[in-house]
């Protein structure tokens, strides 16, 4: 009955298989085996497109690694104002682009506006050089409040971005969901539309701990293993790094453990949305359903040992809940959740 | 018949089954659940004394973080000339430090003397400002030429570094090897010996990825927690990387693997020092034989599929090797590298 | 009529004085001569208590590097969104601090609110290593939209500050005007309301080049000398920057000065005023005059040769000044201004 | 009777006329002035070819700053062991670059060889990116010992540079000095045997603190504005460090002042050469001397109230002394010190 994050699962069983399997004899270490050289072709046909893959240990790595890879120093770099980059990860881009700066913009449900970041490049320009230079825009896809871009946002918001000579980012902590979530492919949801590097996440979704950093333009990923080694992200046994990941794109796991996810968070969403008291906070596009509810429906959940993340929404005594579900997400919780909601309604 | 490096071994099986035994259930992600909170009180029982313990994923990390927690970015960090931190870590801890500086210091068998460090000190802190700061010494234990400090060398190093106001990391990416060849305990090896933090590393031991950083001081390690999350070292999934080192730590596994590794290379060490033409560079303390043999010899054991880093050594044609025995080198393949190296040589 | 910044006049005659006489005979360079040395009973005269003064070049330095001496790089320093450290030094702050973040907080007429820090403090904290650490903030003192925060603003500030266990740092480069402005002693505005540190800034009022980082806790200021000469801010002929500070504060030329531009200033800010069509955007209350007008207006000012930033202000075509008045502006150039400008609104 | 540095001197009367002249009416700030823009003719009139030239206030800015604009924060810079970047600055280079590190190279009199340039990169290069990845050479012209490159051991370094792919800068602290002490032209010491960027330094020899970054390429400037002005050094009143790069440039100044100090140096270095018991350690070609004197020589001078740096020199007493000549050294104060030691060596 925790619904706290797709943090809080385990690890996959097919993953698992897939590192026990890797478990065979010796390999090059640091990345130079087998497994992680095959991911180049694995990532190549997910994307339908040639890519630089750089598996890697943790999304808050490959996040400011990927922005590292696209900032100067010198840099600006717009995200949404709650995006994890700028809100959950302690400054690691900062530390990782050389100082380098997160301008939060504004947007509802997690999302920015193309317009604001014309807005901000706008403002920023001709300031010259008191100004830092308007380097990046890093999306979230799926975003912090569980919501999706469609892809001609996508496509308003790079083109802004391209206009102005700056660079791409996706954080795909949640890319599986995402997928799944708008029934657009991979390639449709990145490069085709502009996006320049995406942070692959698999850990929220099964691995135990791999993620990856994904370049759409080969030639811009000449640097990245120094950026990689320099920051502590490149495994001398890579090959359980590599293993996972291989394990997760094969025989489309990776797409079966989001819609389990999704779904989960889909009912979630449905049921309680039509119960007394209880609004969505946002529309459920992943696996993350966002609710205000009374300070008597959190408590009472909380009493029957429901697990979450819980805030005050403003003045009038309303309670933020955020209810995550994984692959490990059963319909047997969501049945508990959903009738202990109902049983607190009445 | 890979004698390249400790890390082109897997994971022991014990490690394998820690790490399947974790993947039970939901536990509170970022390092805040029992796995992980248990590790405190492992390792205070092996270094018999309060610690502060980080897990983390490789050792490059363990090290560079581990320095930027004792040196500012203007202070300086002595260690020897072919330590891992300065020449194989391409700039981390540069990255991590905000820009410290890695001095190298000469020394035979890849030990630094006490000497050279109030030397290089004495050196520094009359020129002021002009000069960075000496702030840290880095020791290797064991070193990059498979040698040991003895405990009062380390304590000879340690007082220069403690009457200059500098403080003392070690480098312990084979601390198991070290506290098995020393036939030391873990506390006679660090702290009871001046060392104020400790890289402990398990991977090369037998471990998937897992290492820690290890204060002796508590009170220094106040500010660790950010730094290893700005560094993109605080996996979501902890569990997996403590489940790691518990299970390395528990039952005495991580030096009953050290012991075996160390055991392999001492055979090696002692059958081709006997054979004509080969000799020691250095002595064989740990898990790594260091050896000078002619071309001929090392062209052979290529040519038989003998695996192993292999370089020039100065004019007259001989030829360095390093050969690292793992926790999965098996009798039968030191056999077969001692025949092999005793027929090339008749 | 050049009404653009303090930053184009030229240096106060005294000062050009004061630096010619420093250029006799030698000195020990950087910084350990005789101008430099006597800084510190200076500042301590000004100040009525013991500091520690760092003279060097740039407002930008100074800003930087003190909030280096007060902020670890995984920090949060909050000031003002409009604030100069934030909009007008390229990410200097992130550069010399290693990567700490500037928060921006809003606030009416240059200056953020006591409530607002503690709700941004707030914020941060109980999020633990996954946010940034509430380090230090920021005050601009006179602030960048030309009002004072009163000494109490700044003690219930700082009270925040000090209860958050964060430092405070006063960017003072128009500190003078400030004095001038509030009627209260140097000391009353800073270390006895709360302030750690002040960047005392003496070239937008007639020096030529010559800031200096005052700490009034001597004790902080232990490593700043190795930040000022890493950070390129060690002159080597520092007595011709001390000479410049010791002349500004010299027979009171540095209120004399400020007390001019202040002058000058409400003179503009009164006079124009009255004018029809004309409003004042922010109180007046040291040397610098903001402004809202019509486009006509604007246009009609530039046609006769009045020069000053200007920029839109919302949707209805009007236009924003700003109006700078420095040591050097006369009563004439502000009585021409003001002609005009009432022969514009007729 | 103070030879300690040429940094002890005063400000040329030339340089000071042009301050002075300088300071009339207003001028737009932070560089965009008329004597900054006039600058770019100036300089390119003197080295013959188009360049960009960045004024700002000191030598460690000008080095670090140039590094950071040809070197990766994961890129290793080769400089002689005894350069000023890597010996007097505190760490600059590594700030301003993000984490770069220096690597001195060993070489007689102050000078790096190329073969040993080659060696460098050639040991580097094939460990891949464990390693730093070579990105710059750093030559001194003069050199620390007060030597001499020649353009054709200029040539060989910056060809070992050109085709390893690694930019070259120059320390051009003393370039006035080198220029007349090599009787080459500007342009035949930089560009024309492949110097990218110089620090062209006017400081030491008369101005009171003035520096140049130049870009002989000029489009490897194209970031450096953003780069200098988070780096703390883009004045305010820019207008009085680029008169002073006017004046020193303007009528042969630079070359005047600088003959003078090489002069006075050379009548030193031959003066005392020939007095017994003393020995020059490094020939003297430019404005600095380095001798091997008896422990009582240097006493006695210093007895005398003679000031130099000092040190002791190895085992047997001897004792080494810089000497430098400034360009307000007087033939008096030279005729002086030449007495002085040959009263003493009798």
Known sequence: MDFRSD????????????????????????????ATSGLTALFADVFETDVAVFPLGTGTAANSLALSAIAP?????????????????CGASELFT????????????????????????ETATPHGPHNMQPAAVSLSQATEAGTLYAPEEIMAITGVAKAAGISVHMDGARFANAVVGSGMSPADLTWRVG???????????????AEAVVFFDVRRAADFERRRKRGGQLFSKMRFVSAQLAGYLSNDLWLD????????AARISEELDRVEGIELLHPTKVNEVFLAVTDAMADGLEAQGF??????LGENNAVGLRLV????TTAEQVDGLVSAAQSLAE
Chains 1, 2, 3, 4 share one sequence.
């Open 98 to 121: 050389g100082g380098a700066r997160l301008v939060g913009l504004d947007g509802d449900h997690g999302k920015i506006y193309a317009s604001s970041l014309a807005s901000a490049i």
């Open 325 to 328: 579900a994984s692959f490990e």
């Open 307 to 312: 697990q979450f993340h819980r805030w005050t």
């Open 73 to 89: 120093p010198y840099g600006a770099m717009y995200c949404h104002a709650d995006a994890h980059v700028i809100q959950d990860e």
């Open 257 to 264: 453990l989001a819609t389990h996810a999704n779904t989960q």
């Open 7 to 34: 943090n809080i699962a385990g690890v996959a069983p097919q993953i698992m298989a897939a590192i026990a399997d890797a478990n065979t004899g010796s390999a090059t270490p640091y990345g130079d085996d087998d």
């Open 195 to 209: 996006v320049d590097v995406l942070s692959f996440g698999a850990t929220k979704n099964g691995a135990m701990g």
